[in-house]
């Protein structure tokens, strides 16, 4: 009872017999070890089981990797058709999963239009409504064309719901193109060639871009990239920089899209600045919309609605109180708010005449006299033999494919803000 069959990679196979038993062990076993408490041994019909075993081991091995080979090469025969089918199941996932969330959730069948109106009854964000408790969302109705209502002016305080109910008319406008059913009471799509957002605000410290040059390079690549047929989806442009220049570039804008000589995109404008809402009576496709507030002395209460007019205030204040701000910080914010309110703006604003038009304009020449190299950036002192040599020294055959793109990112960062010298 005390014969023992082990196996190490050393010895292969082996009897294992303690002291006490060894005086037993028969003649023709052969000695392979000595332990401090035991002995190992192995004999010749063992030692044939152990080439039996790992010659079966190494059959098994090839069998399985022959089996392997042969599915791998069936497969590949077949890789097409593999992949159509794969691709047609996706499709029907997709389908499924659309058609699961509408009845879940009460969605409509969109009707689509060639005639550029979004006419949207009681739309509801399709993610937001999950999140909270049931039926406590408030359904809203957008209605845009390429005519009288190309323009939705939005305004109101923060956290009211302007960024959630634009989010969800483009949402809502992306579900019925690509054939879902929508979250609405009803909804009549006219068909878009493609949705531009600028929505939140966020640095990039790799390129050295602020806030507000992040926020103007996606400005520029809207203007640039989008058609009559668009929709565009922008959140408090220019709010990363003075109130009077982002004034200046969020009523600039507007006036770039509105006029169709240059643009006449359908949009939704979001902003904080509500001397904008002027624009309503200057533009004739320029339309407000607010959020509707209940104010009960110093409280408000968000009624998430959507409503004609433009708001006078932000409320601000408000919801720093909301937030949680000291008192202390709140009654001086209200003391400075009454100071600044004489130097109020938007008559100034009502005197501005619209530029209807749209001509091009040549630009006034900007003088650097008074400005020194040891003042400009690194960047604006990049030459075209800098970049030109940084092109020379890059190791092409080891540069991973994002490696390769921050490079050539970085590289036209440098080319678009340099100073010529």
Known sequence: ????????????????????????????????????????????????????????????????????????????????????????????????????????????????????????????????????????????????????????????????????????????????????????????????????????????????????????????NILRNATSKSLLVLDEIGRGTSTFDGLSIAWAVIEHISNKKLLGAKTLFATHYHELTELEGKMNNVNNYCIAVKEKGDDIVFLRKIIKGGADRSYGIQVAKLAGVPDMVIDRAKEIAEQLSDNDITEKVQSIAVDTKGDKRKSKPVHYDDVTMGQMTLSDTVKDEDIIQELKEIDITNLTPMDAMNTLYRLQNKLNNRWSV
């Open 1 to 220: 009872k005390n014969l023992k069959i082990k196996y190490n990679k050393v010895f292969g196979y082996y009897f294992e017999v303690t002291n006490s038993y060894k005086d037993m062990v028969p003649d023709d076993y052969i000695r392979k070890q000595t332990l401090v408490n035991a002995e190992r041994y192995m004999t010749p019909k063992l030692k044939e089981l152990e080439d039996t075993i790992l010659n079966a081991e190494d059959k098994l091995n090839t069998l399985e990797y022959d089996v392997f080979c042969k599915v791998r090469d069936d497969i590949a025969k077949e890789l097409e058709r593999i992949q159509k089918t794969a691709k047609a199941v996706a499709r029907l996932d997709v389908f499924a999963s659309l058609s699961v969330v509408a009845e879940q959730n009460h969605y409509v069948r969109p009707a689509l239009n060639e005639k550029g109106v979004i006419d949207i009854k009681d739309g509801r964000h399709p993610v937001v409504e999950k999140m909270i408790d049931h039926d406590m969302f408030v359904a809203n109705d957008t209605y845009l064309n390429n005519s009288n209502h190309c323009i939705a002016v939005i305004t109101g305080p923060n956290m009211a719901g302007k960024s959630t109910y634009m989010r969800q008319s483009a949402l809502i406008v992306l579900m019925a193109q690509l054939g879902s059913f929508v979250p609405a009471k009803s909804a009549n799509i006219g068909i878009v060639d493609r949705i531009f957002t600028r929505v939140g605000a966020s640095d990039d410290l790799a390129s050295g871009q602020s806030t507000f040059m992040v926020e103007m390079n996606e400005v520029a």
